[in-house]
C-alpha cells in the first residue's frame, strides 16, 4: 500500500473528516497539480497561499484546500505529498456551454440571457447549482410581474464533452390572470368612476390585448395608488389616506381582484401664507411665485410649484443650492391650513470653468457658442437651461446632460459639466415614398449637417415625383460671425408639372441659385435676408385658361428670368423642433421680384401657431396662416406662383389644391383649380398619445378641426365662402421617412367642390 494514503483510509475507517491527507510536515520542493482540464495550473498557483520552499503543514495544507474551494471552480480539492513534492488534486466544476430556453413568449430571450449573465450565469461561466436555483426563482418572479401566475418553471442540466454542461429552462407560461374588478371601499365626495379612470390598470377591454394593462402589476398599481393620493391632495384632503390594499387571486390562477380602502378626510382650504427665512429679494417679489392663495382649495401641485418656481427664481440670481420648504399649520376644526414657507437661499456661487466631454468629432467652439452661462459669472439657472435647450437644437446629440459640481474647497463656485452623445450626423438615402397626391416619389439625398464636425451643414438632395422633380445643392454656415449671423447658398433645378392635381394645366422647368443670410435679433428671434437668381420656362397647353396663354404672350414664356429677393421674421418659442408641445410659432415671409427682372410680383405670408399641453399626454394646437400675393409695375402675378389650398398641410377632406377659382375645362368638362391671390388656413388640432406607445412620441394620433380657402384676383375675401373639414390622423415618424394619415369629412361641401377622404403621405417630399 502506498505509505501517503495511509492515513486517508484510517479517517474514512473513524468517520473522522480530513482536510488533507496527513503527513510530516517539509518543506515543499514542487508543487504538481493533477485534475485539471480547463484551468491553467498558473491559475492554481496564483490561489494557493504557499509556495515552493515553504513548509507544508497541516494548517497550510487545510488553508490552501479553504483558498481553492473559495475560487467556485472546483468541486473537491485534496493536498497530497510525493516525497518533497506538493500535490493538488481537484476535480473541476463544468463550465457552461449552453443556455436555453424553451417555450419562453413573454420575453425576448437575449434579454433573459442578459439578466443571467448579470447575476454570474451564463455561458462560458463556472456551473454553480445554488446559482441556479435563484435563477429559476428570479424567472418565476418577473412571470409573477406579468400575471401569469400559473407558469411552471424547471430546469435541467445536460452533460456535455470536455467537461461541460448545457443548461435548460422549460417554461410552460399558461394564461395571463386577468383583472375582473377593482373596488374602492371608502369615497364619498368622488365617484369611483371617476377615480379609476385615473389608474392605468383596468379590467378587460377592447385594446387591453395590446396595452396588458389588464394584467396584474405591483409597480403598476403602486404608480396608480400614487395618482390617487395625489389627486385627493389636490382637491384639499389634506388627510387623505390609503388605509389597506387587497390583491386576491381565484385558485385557477386566472381572475384577480383588487380592493383599495381609502379614508378621505375633510377639505380643507388656505387660510394664509407666510414668507420668512433669508428674503434676500423683495417680498413681493415672492408674492408673485406663490402659487396657493388664502381661499382657495389646498391643492398640493400648487405648494410643489411655488416652492420650485421660488427655487429657481433664486437660481436665476446665482444661488444654485437654495432650499424652500413650507411648513403647514392645520386647524381641523376649521379645516383650514396655513402655510410658512422658509426661504434658505444658501450663499451665491459663480461657474468657474464650464467642461464639454463626450463630443469625439464636434468642435468644442460648436458647443461652446451656444452658451448662455458664462464662466467667471454669477451661476443662473435660467441660463444654464437656456444653454442646454441650445445644445440640444442643434441635432448633433442624442443625450446632454448638465451637472454642476461644487469646486472642492471652495463654497462659493461650481464647474458646468456638459456631457454630450454624438448621433451620426451624415446620412446617405435612397429610397421610395408614395403620396396620395403625387404618387410614387423617388429620393436620394446625400447630407452632413455637421460637416467636419464644425457645426456646418451641406446636402445635395434628388427628387422626383409626377409633379415636382428636383436637383439641389445647399451649404449653410449658422456662425459666420461670431454674433450668429448665418451665411448659405443654394443652387438648384426643379420641374414642377401639376397636371395630375386638379390645377389647370401648365408645366415649369426653373433653374436658379441664391445667397441667404440670418441675423439673430433676440433669442428666439431671427431675421432672414435671401437673394436669388431664376429662369424658368413656361409651358401652356390648348386647353390651358386663356390668363395663363395671355401671360405667355406678354412675356417670354421660354425664359423669364427673375431677381428675387426674400425678408422674413420667425420667432420660435416651442419646447421641441419635432414634437411640441407647448410654445408659439411665428413667421412672417415677403418675397418679391426685383429689377431687372422681367416680372414684378410679391408675396406675404403671416404664420402663427401655438401649442397647449393639457395634462401630461395631451396637446392642443391651433394654426392661423394668411397669405397675398399682387402683381405691381402694372404687370399681372404670375399665375405660377398663386397661392392653393386642400388636402394634408391645408384643409383635411378636399382634394389636394382644388379650392378656390376654378376652370372648366372646354373639352372634357373637368374643373380644375386657377389657383388665387388671397389665402387664409385656420386649424384646430388635438393630440394624444397613441396607446401602449408609453413615451415614444414618435406616435401622434390626433382630432382636427380644419378651415380654409383661397381667392381669386378681383373676388371679395368673404368667410362665408371658407371650407371646413373634421376628422382623424395618425403621424409617424418612421425609419424611413415621416408617415401621414388623415381621414377628414368635408362639412360644408358646396357644388364644385372635389373631396377625398383618405389621404396619406409617406416618404420625406421637398
Wanted: one cysteine or more.
Amino acid at each position: 500500500m502506498n505509505p501517503k494514503l495511509l492515513p486517508g483510509l484510517i479517517a474514512a475507517l473513524l468517520a473522522v473528516p480530513l482536510p488533507a491527507a496527513a503527513f510530516q510536515p517539509f518543506v515543499i520542493q514542487d508543487i504538481r497539480v493533477e485534475g485539471i482540464q480547463r484551468t491553467e495550473a498558473g491559475t492554481v498557483f496564483n490561489y494557493l497561499p504557499v509556495r515552493v520552499g515553504d513548509q507544508l503543514t497541516e494548517s497550510a495544507a487545510s488553508s490552501s484546500i479553504k483558498a481553492l474551494y473559495a475560487t467556485g471552480f472546483f468541486r473537491d480539492v485534496r493536498i497530497e505529498a510525493d516525497g518533497k513534492v506538493m500535490v493538488v488534486v481537484v476535480d473541476e466544476r463544468p463550465a457552461i456551454a449552453q443556455v436555453n430556453f424553451e417555450g419562453v413568449k413573454a420575453f425576448e430571450k437575449d434579454g433573459l440571457k442578459q439578466g443571467l449573465r448579470e447575476v454570474g450565469l451564463s455561458e462560458s461561466r463556472i456551473f454553480d447549482r445554488a446559482l441556479l436555483d435563484r435563477a429559476e426563482q428570479e424567472l418565476k418572479r418577473q412571470y409573477l410581474s406579468k400575471g401569469l401566475y400559473s407558469a411552471k418553471i424547471s430546469t435541467s442540466v445536460t452533460p456535455m464533452e470536455r467537461n461541460r454542461v448545457a443548461v435548460n429552462f422549460n417554461v410552460v407560461e399558461g394564461e395571463a390572470a386577468k383583472i375582473r374588478k377593482i373596488g374602492i371601499v371608502g369615497n364619498r365626495a368622488f365617484g369611483s368612476e371617476e377615480l379609476l379612470d385615473l389608474f392605468q390598470l383596468t379590467t378587460p377591454g377592447w385594446l387591453t390585448w395590446y396595452t396588458k394593462n389588464d394584467q396584474y402589476s405591483k409597480q403598476k398599481l403602486s404608480a396608480d395608488l400614487e395618482k390617487l393620493r395625489s389627486f385627493y391632495l389636490d382637491q384639499g384632503y389634506l388627510d387623505f389616506s390609503i388605509d389597506a390594499t387587497q390583491v386576491s387571486i381565484t385558485p385557477d390562477k386566472q381572475d384577480i381582484y383588487i380592493t383599495v380602502n381609502i379614508n378621505e378626510g375633510q377639505k380643507y382650504t388656505v387660510s394664509g401664507v407666510r414668507l420668512t427665512g433669508d428674503l434676500i429679494l423683495p417680498e413681493e417679489t415672492y408674492r408673485k411665485l406663490v402659487k396657493v392663495k388664502p381661499g382657495e382649495t389646498f391643492s398640493r401641485r400648487k405648494l410643489t410649484e411655488t416652492n420650485k418656481a421660488i427655487t429657481d427664481r433664486l437660481g436665476n440670481e446665482g444661488y444654485a443650492f437654495a432650499n424652500v420648504n413650507a411648513s403647514p399649520e392645520v386647524d381641523r376644526e376649521k379645516q383650514e391650513v396655513a402655510f410658512t414657507i422658509f426661504v434658505d437661499p444658501g450663499r451665491r456661487v459663480y461657474v468657474r470653468r464650464i467642461d464639454v466631454s463626450g463630443n469625439t468629432r464636434t468642435h468644442d467652439e460648436v458647443v461652446r457658442r451656444e452658451m448662455r452661462q458664462m464662466e467667471g459669472a454669477w451661476y443662473d439657472a435660467a441660463k444654464i437651461s437656456r444653454s442646454r435647450v441650445r445644445v440640444e437644437r442643434l441635432g448633433f446629440f442624442d443625450e446632454v446632460n448638465v451637472e454642476t459640481p461644487p469646486v472642492a474647497g471652495t463654497s462659493d463656485q461650481v464647474d458646468l459639466n456638459f456631457a454630450v452623445k454624438e448621433r451620426p450626423t451624415g446620412n446617405l438615402m435612397f429610397g421610395a415614398g408614395f403620396s396620395s397626391s403625387e404618387k410614387v416619389v423617388i429620393t436620394a439625398s446625400i447630407s452632413q449637417q455637421n460637416l467636419f464636425g464644425s457645426g456646418n451643414s451641406a446636402s445635395l438632395n434628388i427628387n422626383t415625383s409626377r409633379i415636382n422633380k428636383t436637383l439641389s445643392l445647399s451649404f449653410t454656415n449658422p456662425y459666420f460671425t461670431v454674433d450668429g449671423v448665418s451665411l448659405g447658398w443654394d443652387i438648384y433645378q426643379k420641374n414642377v408639372d401639376p397636371t395630375s392635381l386638379t390645377v389647370a394645366r401648365y408645366k415649369t422647368e426653373s433653374i436658379g441659385g441664391g445667397v441667404r443670410f440670418g441675423y439673430p435679433i433676440a433669442e428666439d428671434d431671427k431675421i432672414n435676408f435671401g437673394l436669388a437668381v431664376d429662369r424658368t420656362k413656361i409651358t401652356t397647353f390648348d386647353d390651358s385658361p386663356d390668363r395663363y396663354k395671355q401671360f405667355c404672350e406678354d412675356f417670354d414664356c421660354e425664359s423669364v428670368s427673375s431677381l428675387i429677393g426674400t425678408v422674413s421674421w420667425a420667432r420660435d418659442e416651442r419646447d421641441s423642433f419635432l414634437y411640441p408641445t407647448k410654445g408659439t410659432y411665428q413667421r412672417v415671409f415677403f418675397e418679391s421680384a426685383l429689377p431687372p427682372g422681367t416680372l414684378r410680383y410679391g408675396k406675404l405670408i403671416y404664420e402663427h401657431q401655438r401649442w397647449f399641453p393639457i395634462g401630461s399626454d395631451y396637446t392642443l394646437m391651433l394654426n392661423g396662416e394668411i397669405g397675398l400675393a399682387k402683381g405691381w409695375d402694372n404687370k399681372p402675378l404670375p399665375f405660377y406662383k398663386s397661392f392653393y389650398a386642400g388636402g394634408i398641410g391645408s384643409v383635411r377632406g378636399f382634394d389636394q389644391s382644388s379650392l378656390g377659382p376654378q376652370f372648366i375645362d372646354s373639352t372634357t368638362g373637368d374643373r380644375e383649380s386657377l389657383g388665387g391671390d388671397r389665402r387664409i388656413i385656420g386649424n384646430a388640432e388635438f393630440y394624444f398619445p397613441v396607446p401602449g406607445s408609453g413615451r415614444d412620441k414618435s406616435f401622434r394620433i390626433s382630432a382636427f378641426v380644419d378651415a380654409g380657402q383661397v381667392y381669386g384676383e378681383g373676388e371679395p375675401l368673404k368667410l362665408s365662402e371658407l371650407r371646413y373639414s373634421s376628422g382623424l390622423a395618425f403621424s409617424w415618424s418612421s425609419p424611413i421617412g415621416p408617415l401621414k394619415f388623415s381621414l377628414g369629412w368635408p362639412l360644408n361641401k358646396k357644388e364644385g367642390d372635389r373631396t377625398q377622404r383618405f389621404q396619406f403621405q409617406l416618404g420625406s417630399i421637398f
